[in-house]
C-alpha cells in the first residue's frame, strides 16, 4: 500500500448512515513529504556543522607532547620541617643573583632572573593548595627563563631562530627549553675552560655538581617518600650556578 492510496476513502463505509467521507487532497501528502525531507536536510545539515565544530578540538587534544602544559610528578613537600629546609635552600639563588658580574646589559637581565628563580621556588614551596600547581609552573619557567638569559650573557649572538622557539616553548615546555639551553652553556663552559687554565677548577667543580644535581632530581621523582632529596638538588644546582657567574666575569 503506498501513501498516496492510504488517503483515498474506502468504498466499504460507502452509503452508511451518518457517515461522510472527504476526499484527501494529494497536495496535503505531498506538503508533509517535503516537510519531512526539509527537516531531514536540515537536522543533517546539523550534523555536518557539529562535525566540522568538534575538529579543532580533536586536533588540539591529539597536538604533540611538546605542545601540551608540563605535567610534574613533584609530590610536594611531606612535612613542615622540609618545608622550611625548602625554603632556606631556595635562597642562595637570590645571593647570586645579587652578586652576579653586572657588566653589561645581558649580564643583568640574568643576574635579576637569578633572584626570579629564588623567589619563585620559596613561593612555590612556602604555599599549599590549588595555588600550588600554578606556583611550580612558575618556578620550571622562572629556571628556564635563567637559562635563556645565562645562554644571551655568554654569547650575545644567539641564533634568532633558536630564541623564538625558546620564548613560544618557554610557558608549555620549560624544561625542554632549559635542557637545550644548559646543553649550549655546558658546550661553551668546556671551550672556555679549555683555552683558559684558570676556569679548569672551576669546570671540574660544575661538572661535579652538574653530575649530584641531574642525579638528586630524578631520585626526588622516583623516591618521593625520600626526605631531603629536593633541598640536596636545590644545593647542588646552586652550586653549578655559582661556578657559571666565573664564565661572566
Not at 643576574?111 to 621556588?121: D, E, K, M, P, T
Not at 620550571?140 to 635563556?148: G, K, N, Q, R, W
Not at 618557554?170 to 683558559?196: C, N, W
Request: some cysteine; proline content about 5%; charged content about 15%.
Amino acid at each position: 500500500m503506498t501513501p498516496e492510496s492510504a488517503f483515498q476513502p474506502s468504498k466499504s463505509l460507502t452509503g452508511l448512515h451518518g457517515v461522510h467521507l472527504v476526499s484527501h487532497s494529494s497536495f496535503s501528502f505531498q506538503d508533509i513529504k517535503q516537510n519531512h525531507d526539509s527537516n531531514e536536510s536540515s537536522s543533517g545539515t546539523g550534523i555536518v556543522n557539529i562535525g566540522i565544530n568538534k575538529r579543532p578540538m580533536k586536533v588540539w587534544h591529539q597536538r604533540p607532547a611538546c605542545l601540551r602544559p608540563i605535567h610534574c610528578c613533584h609530590t610536594g613537600d611531606k612535612n613542615f620541617a622540609e618545608t622550611v629546609v625548602n625554603v632556606l635552600t631556595s635562597l642562595p639563588f637570590i645571593a647570586l643573583g645579587l652578586h652576579a658580574p653586572r657588566k653589561n646589559l645581558n649580564c643583568r637581565i640574568y643576574a635579576n632572573s637569578l633572584i626570579g628563580v629564588g623567589v619563585a621556588s620559596s613561593f612555590y614551596h612556602a604555599s599549599r593548595g590549588k595555588l600550588r600547581k600554578y606556583l611550580r609552573w612558575a618556578d620550571y619557567t622562572m629556571i628556564a627563563t635563567t637559562t635563556v638569559c645565562l645562554s644571551r650573557a655568554i654569547r650575545s649572538e644567539n641564533p634568532k631562530l633558536l630564541m623564538a622557539a625558546s620564548a613560544f616553548f618557554l610557558p608549555i615546555q620549560p624544561l625542554m627549553v632549559s635542557a637545550v639551553h644548559t646543553g649550549m652553556m655546558e658546550v661553551a663552559f668546556a671551550k672556555r675552560a679549555y683555552e683558559d687554565p684558570d676556569l679548569r677548577t672551576a669546570h671540574n667543580v660544575h661538572k661535579v655538581s652538574s653530575l649530584l644535581g641531574g642525579a638528586l632530581f630524578i631520585a626526588d621523582d622516583l623516591l618521593p617518600q625520600t626526605p631531603f632529596l629536593h633541598a640536596g638538588w636545590h644545593l647542588a644546582a646552586a652550586l653549578g650556578v655559582s661556578t657559571c657567574n666565573k664564565l661572566l666575569q
